[in-house]
């Protein structure tokens, strides 16, 4: 059947509300400047998702305030207080009820 086409069907499926808090690695990293995460949140709660330097001094919120349960996806500019930041290595912090979660970025020019 060499070049011939083929058709499935229809794929039906329903995604439920994610089982636990997570946090996905950031993409592209390392990244010249904008940077998307994606969050799990599993239960309707309080979350904040901020990103941090090396010394955990907090430059920008991405997210903060309750959420319904589902995924969703953020991005960080790679700017703090209406300025980029200097290249180098930074922390996006997961604050939820049942804890933290981290991942690094690292920010080239």
Request: glycine share 12%.
């Amino acid at each position: 059947m060499a070049g011939a086409d083929v058709v499935l069907g229809p794929v039906e499926g329903t995604a439920g509300a994610p089982a636990e808090f997570a946090l996905s690695p950031a993409w592209p990293n390392p990244s010249r400047g904008r940077v998307r995460l994606e969050l799990a949140v599993a239960r309707l709660a309080r979350v904040r998702l901020s990103v941090l330097d090396i010394q955990g001094r907090e430059l920008a919120v991405l997210a903060d305030g309750a959420y319904r349960p589902g995924r969703y996806t953020l991005a960080w500019d790679g700017q703090a207080g209406g300025r980029s930041v200097a290249a180098g290595v930074y922390f996006v912090r997961y604050k939820t009820p049942d804890g933290y979660h981290t991942r690094r970025v690292t920010v080239t020019h």
